[in-house]
Structure formats: C-alpha cells, structure tokens
C-alpha cells in the first residue's frame, strides 16, 4: 500500500538527513498533515497542485503525482516559486474567507462568472483542505505554513502561508518560460504564416530565431519576421527532391541557411545540434529568448508514421526545454485529425486554427492543465 503523501516526505527527510523518522520534529508543527494529504492525493489525472514548504531546513516541493523534491533553500522565504515569477498579487479584501477570496481572483482573471470559477477550482485542488494547509494549530500557536501552486480556466495561481493570492496567466508563463506549441488547422497558408510569426516574438526584443522548413519555401521567414529579422535567422532547409535548392549560406529571401539534410535523420540531428549550440554560444540572456519553428510535420508523417514522428519529435522538443526555448511545429490538418491526437502529448499546448464565420480565429489548448480557450481573432498583437 501506497504511503500518504505526509509520511513519505518525512521518510524522504530522514534519510536526506540520515537521521530516523522518529527523531524529525512533527511534520504538522509546520503543515496541517491531513490537509497536505488531501491536497496531494488528487490522482495521477490531475496534475495539482504542488505544495512547497521548508522542513527541517530543507525545502520540500510535493506534487500529487507522488514526486518530492528536496533540497537546501537558499532564501529564506518562500513566495512565489521558481519559474512562476510572471504572477501578480490580487487585491482581495482580507475580511472574507481564502476561497471566497480565490474566486473572486480568479473570476476578475478569467473573465468567468463565480458559479464556473468555483465549479474548475473545486476539480483542482480541495478548497477546504488548501485553506487549512498553514491555519494555526488548535493550541494557537502558528505554523510556517506552505505555498500551493495549481492551474485553472488559464490562470496560474500562488497561494502562499500567509493566503496571499497571486494569478498570472499560464499561456504568459509558457511564452515566457519556454516550451513546445503544436499548430493544427487545415486553413490556408498565409495564417498558419500569422500564428508562427506570433510564436517567433516581438519585434521589439532580441531573439535567436531557428527555422527548419521541411515543406515551405524559404520565403516564409521573411513573411514572418521581416527582413530585418530574417536576415539574422538560421535556415535548416530539409533539401526535398521535388525543390530546387541554392546554395548555402545567405538567401535571397532572407535569413542565412546553415545546413540542407537529405534525410530525416540528419534533419533532426541538425535541428538539435542547432538549438544545443545556441545554449552553449552565450547568446541566450533569458527563458524564451531561442525561437525555434518547424514548418511542417507532413514529410515526417508520410514517411515514418506517427510512432516515427514521435520519435523524430521527442529529442527536438527535449532540446527546446533544455534553453528554455519556444518552439512552434506545423502539422496542417484539423486539429481531430488522428495524427494530432496522437502527437499533441508532446507538446505544452495545441494552437488550432480556423476560419469561422467572423474570419480567422485561433484557439489554444493547454495541456497541462486540459484548459481550452474560447475562439479569438487571429492577427499579429502588437507584443508579444
């Protein structure tokens, strides 16, 4: 039988401490142990929250897929945690409760009325058991208490000892920290060239942009980014036989060709080595700052299937996540096609594409959390 969640982070301390179970202070001297099980115990389908406190000088981040982390703090309070930087406090009044205080957050957020922010909220994370996880003991002395950190309706939340709410927006979070983003849509080219020029950033910031077309003439990356901005990207160009190619080194529409693989296996050799190198060259100053588009997955497909695909795709999309990188990859069919289904857990989220009865429209889909957006207009915002 499984260990709950309270017991297994004090056995993992003991021995980080190599010390006994029995001789570590009460793990609810710090934590209210039955909410901490509660809030942990959600099932491997759900992905919330995490919990991260301090233990006998150790900091403790506990997921409810059974994973703990240990480690040596090096501050000494924990607020917002790692990554989730890009979330902002909520002015809530403090004179009502945390959870009605939560949905009132969130709903100011999410644009979602109460009875639907509450409803998501409850199938995430045990709202009683979060507002108990750092309350007093009944003695009345108080306790440290932990940080929960779960996502809902596409909003990151922060909930730190003292129940200060914190929510920022996870697709902010993912354009920020880097990741993998599946496009699918069966619609023309010229928007799939929008969304891909919206993943590849803002003109405004000095990013390393990557290109691997595999389908699509080298013309797209001026399309994209601009000339002036196309002139500094690097052009893997899979040397279909059907093309004609130029020779390497500069092209004419822009962007500079670093290497033309004849065959898959080289493509993804030089896709990775690419992005590797950008990691290793001192160029990338901040998460998000290598953009990465692969344009598209059609040759991949038609030649290897989707297990050969996946497979193609799995040290590609580990490579972005190790700098922190974005990357973008085209697969142009709808989006119920039987190759995204079978492809989309490879990626952070699924960027759908259509055009409904009020023009373009984009749709994004977030894997971690299975939240969907609503339809929205598909155009170039002006940052990103």
Not at 149 to 163: H, K, P, R, Y
Request: proline residues 5%; charged residues 30%.
């Amino acid at each position: 039988m499984r260990s709950s969640p309270s017991i297994s982070i004090v056995e993992r301390v003991a021995a980080e401490t190599d010390r006994s179970p029995l001789e570590l202070p009460p793990l609810n001297e710090t934590v209210d142990v039955d909410a901490l099980d509660r809030l942990l115990e959600g099932g491997a389908d759900r992905p919330w929250p995490t919990v991260v406190f301090r233990y006998v000088d150790r900091r403790i981040r506990a997921t409810v897929d059974g994973e703990i982390t240990i480690s040596r703090p090096d501050e000494d309070e924990i607020s917002v945690v790692d990554e989730w930087t890009h979330v902002s406090v909520a002015a809530e009044p403090d004179d009502r409760s945390l959870g009605v205080r939560l949905v009132s957050a969130l709903a100011d957020r999410s644009g979602r009325d109460r009875s639907r922010v509450r409803t998501a909220v409850a199938e995430v994370v045990d709202p009683d058991a979060l507002a108990r996880l750092s309350r007093r003991r009944e003695n009345g002395i108080s306790r440290p208490g932990a940080t929960v950190l779960f996502s809902v309706l596409g909003c990151d939340v922060v909930v730190d000892a003292g129940g200060t709410i914190s929510v920022g927006s996870t697709l902010g979070r993912l354009k920020r920290t880097g990741g993998n983003v599946l496009i699918a849509g069966g619609v023309p080219d010229d928007l799939v060239d929008v969304a891909s020029g919206n993943l590849l950033g803002d003109p405004g910031r000095d990013r390393r942009h990557l290109v691997a077309l595999l389908d699509r003439d080298r013309s797209v990356v001026s399309a994209r980014l601009g000339p002036a901005r196309a002139g500094s990207t690097q052009i893997v160009d899979y040397a279909m036989s059907a093309r004609s190619i130029a020779p390497t080194g500069a092209s004419a529409d822009g962007g500079r060709v670093v290497d033309e693989p004849t065959d898959l296996d080289e493509l993804e050799a030089a896709i990775d080595a690419r992005i590797r190198a950008f990691g290793t060259g001192g160029c990338l100053s901040a998460p998000g700052d290598l953009r990465l588009c692969v344009d598209s997955l059609r040759p991949v497909l038609d030649e290897r299937g989707t297990d050969g695909a996946a497979e193609f795709l799995e040290p590609i999309c580990e490579a972005v996540r190790d700098v922190s990188g974005l990357g973008h990859y085209v697969l142009p069919v709808d989006r119920e096609n039987d190759a995204v289904r079978a492809l989309e857990s490879l990626f952070d989220a699924t960027v759908e594409l259509r055009v409904g009865d009020c023009g373009p429209q984009q749709r994004w889909h977030l894997h971690e959390s299975g939240y969907a957006t609503d339809w929205i207009g598909l155009g170039r915002p002006g940052r990103r």
